[in-house]
């Protein structure tokens, strides 16, 4: 159909069309004429289609009011009474992408899906949830998803309760969270970017029902709507859809969404937060320092791209001169940055941490010095070169890791669309990369960093210190609070407390009723296709080395592993060797220092690191495969030289400058730090794995707790160990480089495979040849039932065992199960019930059966919920429809669309794992088979997993230590 411009279109307008050469798409951008609502649609031939609806969001306070709305809107809407609908959703759609998310000044709702008719229904109940939520009948929604005063019965301690109160209790936990949200407020005092969109856990409860609806009233209509559709579907279809299902219900409104630029400051002002670490901690070394600048708007492409690229050079390679500074004048032992330009007035970060407060003044002297130098004398224009590069070959290979390429679209519009800007603009990124590249022959960057950083006066310095035991005393304070507030009320007023507990406690445990399950629209079995993807790789020799070839489209772009057997590697030295792997790029060879390095790789490839990597074995739970991987992401006329580049890393990288080494352990340190703060499930999980798995305990050494201990105790007794370990890097180096323990997979088509093959020489031939002996490691399966303690205020809860270990065969129906259990049961007594913001089942090939839950206020309520899940299994009864839904919602997850790159590393280690296309279909199979008795007789092995009682807890010291029974260890893991 032939679109023109000022016509209409099933009650939307048509304001413009152009071609995006860049994202290979046809963009119309349409007008609703009855509502206003803004509508951008493009066209090109990606399956995966993509549906969002966005409103300008932008909060008066900080009681979380948008982030509360964004949970309890998708709690049950007009068409779709069901208490959950998002939650049905995932369990029986085929979508490839199902969320909601709350930024500082917009929410936004996106789902995608490669079927039609799933993509519809989706966008069918996603409209209805924000336009006809039932929160205006149901105050128990936001009692559930936001908070509320508990007490089941008067006799009970009063508290807080809400999904999001006590996800955001987890924010707040993080030293890097409370930063990241403070860093706004010292630079907005006047305007919306003050306020914690997603809510302070301190202000939260000051939320009233009467507010929250009225919030959705005013800024939850079609003329603050922000709609996108993106894929190969029929868009005469989805406009008609919209518009009689939805837009047309409303007129058009004005509605007070404008978003009031912050005035700039006259001189940096300066503010300091804390906050908790343990009673036990030493406070030294924990200090985060951070300068901050507004620079401009984000509707113009210097700002937008230019500082991202400019952030990247200075704060994050291995080249970056400001971090290269304060690290060398040992302003604190980790650096980094951070550019926020999803908002009005993008922000500016240079981060400090484990730091001192007195270091304040020389952090911002040594800032201010080297930038000034930088401006000076001019940066290097092979650093520049370096930077300009990736960030092309990036936008060029359009790589969006798990999100559907739309997704990203849509929120590099909204960067500009909602501020009354071109929502095409960060989208045709040729102009930007062409208008960055005049830095190689002039001085744009030094220009930026005048004009945005030593020019700027509305910036901030923050100082974000530590407090020993701040955690338990706010948490004393809240519970004398509540205290307080109890006692103050009559008997009148403590009654509807209990009433209105108790009414939520009877809607969470109440089920749907099927006929209102049966709003939800679904797929039929018939509506899913019975193959598997082929993820065959094509195994060769070339010159006596194993080639992995898994056939591709690239667009000219060579994807490289080359994968070094690791198993030459004596048990005694496996952390050691995770940190060769960590070294490896980062510091100098007997050719280039580590700087010029780094802008060799910069320049010459889109990506080239060094990773361990452990493939498990399916069919014997005690073998793994450990290897250490090359990657290489490379266009193909640079082959040759990115090659060149690896062998001499391999060959020549250099273990002898003491100080660059200590500066990595202790970013290593950092960061692993940052990983057990902000994603404490993960670190649960892999604990707990590694007390009954091989591969998880091998894990445990190269990147998890243990590796970390390793790296405390080195960068401790640095000085006196330097040569020992200097000696040991060496001597793995030689080892684990040999031509008899490499196997090259690539991803590409046939000429990118001879591109390897006339250049595989010059990495071979400087590899050794020596005949190499293979370890066996004896890693013994111990129950330690760990409370890893730290001063956050929520807890990650893990259980579980490896059913294989217990005589249990794997078959397809347990990822029925594992959805069954994720959505149904722990989503009700964990999450909905317990308040957690996420619960999850981990079961998989290997023979792990782990339940963890993810930023939780409880501890022992969660353990006794898992072990409750055989017994619900056990009655587990349910129609063919609902039997349906969960089948066609683990089939969702096994069909995610995937990019050559991760569809290449897919195939590579289905390969290494020898599960086959035959394997892979027999599993869908018996996932399209599953009944509810294959359901039901999973009680048995999901009660004797339970039974051995393995688990691991990361969490609150005090929590932890009033349940210290429930452990064999405590450890404090922040000392």
Not at 817 to 823: A, M, N
């Amino acid at each position: 159909m032939e679109y023109k411009i000022g016509k209409l279109y099933n009650g939307f307008i048509l304001k413009s069309e152009e071609y995006i050469e860049e994202v290979n798409s046809k963009a119309k951008i349409f007008e609703h004429e009855k509502t206003g609502a803004r509508l951008l649609h493009m066209e090109n031939d990606d399956s995966n289609k993509v549906f969002a609806i966005g409103f300008k969001t932008p909060p008066n306070d900080s009681t979380g009011v948008m982030h509360i709305l964004e949970h309890s809107v998708l709690c049950g809407s007009r068409k779709f009474p069901t208490k959950e609908p998002f939650v049905e959703l995932v369990k029986g759609s085929l979508n490839t992408f199902l969320n909601a998310m709350t930024y500082p000044d917009k929410t936004i709702y996106p789902i995608a899906s490669q079927n039609d008719k799933d993509f519809f229904n989706l966008m069918d109940v996603y409209l209805d949830a924000v336009f006809f939520p039932n929160i205006y009948n149901t105050k128990e929604i936001l009692m559930q998803e936001g908070w509320h005063y508990d007490l089941e019965n008067k006799d009970e301690d009063l508290t807080y309760k809400g999904v999001v109160y006590n996800e955001m209790k987890g924010a707040f936990s993080s030293p890097e969270g409370i930063l990241l949200r403070r860093i706004q407020q010292t630079l907005f005092p006047d305007n919306t970017y003050y306020n914690e969109s997603g809510g302070d856990p301190k202000n939260i409860p000051d939320l009233t029902y009467e507010q929250f609806i009225d919030t959705h009233k005013k800024y939850y209509h079609p003329s603050n709507s922000y709609i996108f559709l993106y894929g190969d579907g029929n868009l005469e279809k989805q406009l008609e859809f919209i518009n009689d299902n939805y837009l047309s219900k409303f007129d058009k409104i004005e509605v007070d969404a404008d978003i009031k630029p912050q005035d700039a400051y006259n001189e940096m002002k300066e503010v300091n937060y804390s906050y908790s670490i343990s009673m036990e901690d030493d406070d030294k070394e924990k200090t985060y320092l951070a300068l901050n600048y507004v620079t401009g708007r984000s509707t113009d492409d210097d700002v937008y791209t230019g500082l991202n690229i400019l952030e990247y050079l200075l704060l994050e390679t291995e080249g970056a001169p400001l971090k290269k500074a304060l690290i060398d004048a040992e302003i604190g032992k980790d650096v980094f940055g951070s550019f926020d330009n999803g908002i009005l007035q993008p922000v500016f970060s240079i981060i400090v941490k484990n730091s001192d407060i007195d270091k304040k003044e020389e952090f911002k002297r040594i800032v201010y010095d080297t930038l000034n130098d930088l401006v000076k004398n001019g940066i290097d224009k092979k650093l520049i070169e370096g930077c300009i590069n990736v960030f092309e070959f990036k936008l060029r290979e359009g790589d969006t890791g798990s999100y559907p390429k739309g997704l990203i679209y849509y929120m590099n519009a909204m960067d500009t669309w909602l501020y009354g800007g071109d929502p095409l603009m960060h989208i045709k990124y040729e102009k930007a990369i062409e208008n960055v590249k005049k830095a190689l022959t002039s001085n744009y960057f030094e220009n930026l960093i005048q004009k945005y950083i030593l020019d700027n006066n509305h910036s901030s310095l923050l100082v974000l210190k530590p407090e020993k035991g701040l955690a338990e005393k706010e948490d004393e304070e809240l519970k004398a609070k509540l205290k307080l507030y109890k006692e103050r009320l009559n008997d009148e007023e403590l009654d509807k407390i209990v009433e209105e507990t108790q009414s939520l406690i009877l809607r969470q445990s109440t089920p749907d009723l099927p006929e209102v399950l049966e709003t939800i629209p679904m797929l039929s079995i018939e509506d899913i296709g019975k193959e598997v993807e082929d993820l065959s790789i094509e195994e060769s020799k070339y010159n006596d080395i194993d080639l992995l070839h898994f056939r591709s489209f690239t667009s000219n772009i060579a994807y490289l592993n080359f994968m070094f057997y690791a198993k030459c590697i004596k048990e005694e030295d496996i952390p050691y060797f995770s940190l060769l792997c960590n070294l490896l790029t980062k510091v100098d060879t007997k050719t280039y220092d580590y700087k010029e390095l780094s802008n060799e790789i910069l320049i010459n490839t889109g990506d080239l690191f060094f990773k361990n990597v452990v493939y498990s074995n399916d069919k014997d739970i005690n073998k793994f495969y450990p290897f250490i991987e090359a990657h290489i992401k490379v266009m193909d006329d640079k082959c040759r030289k990115s090659i060149d580049i690896l062998s001499d890393i391999i060959e020549n990288t250099l273990f002898e400058d003491s100080k660059r080494i200590r500066e990595i352990i202790r970013e290593l340190i950092s960061r692993i730090e940052m990983n057990l703060m902000q994603a404490g499930h993960q670190v649960a999980n892999a604990r707990l794995t590694s007390y009954f798995s091989p591969t998880a305990s091998y894990l445990e050494k190269i990147s998890g707790y243990d590796y970390y201990e390793f790296l405390k105790n080195i960068e401790k007794n640095f000085d006196s160990e330097f040569d020992n370990l200097k000696e040991k890097l060496y001597e793995l180096q030689k080892t684990i480089f040999n031509k008899n323990n490499l196997t090259v997979s690539i991803t590409g088509e046939e000429k990118e495979v001879n591109l390897l093959k006339e250049n595989l020489d010059r990495l071979t031939n400087i590899l050794s040849n020596e005949k190499l002996e293979a370890y066996e490691y004896k890693f013994v399966n111990k129950q330690k039932n760990e409370g890893l303690m730290t001063p956050a205020n929520v807890q990650y809860v893990a259980k579980g065992y490896n059913y294989k270990e217990l005589g249990y065969d794997y078959s397809g129906s347990m990822l029925v199960l594992k959805t069954i259990l994720g959505y149904d049961y722990l989503w009700n007594n964990v999450r909905v019930k317990g308040g957690a913001y996420g619960a999850m089942s981990n079961i998989n090939r290997e023979g792990s059966m782990i339940f963890v839950s993810y930023r939780d206020p409880n501890l022992v309520n969660t353990l006794n919920a898992y072990e409750g899940a055989g017994n619900y299994l056990e009655n587990f009864d349910i129609s063919d429809r609902e039997m349906t839904k969960y089948i066609i919602g683990t089939i969702s997850n096994l069909d995610t669309p995937l990019m050559p790159y991760y569809k290449g590393m897919k195939a590579t280690s289905m390969f290494i794992r020898n599960i086959t296309n035959a394997d892979r279909k027999k599993e869908r199979e018996e996932v399209l088979n599953t009944k509810v008795e294959d359901i039901k007789s999973y009680s048995e092995i999901v009660d004797k997993v339970m039974n051995k009682d393995y688990l691991a807890v990361v969490g609150n010291e005090k929590e932890i230590k009033d349940n210290k029974d429930l452990f064999k260890n405590l450890v404090n893991v922040l000392k």
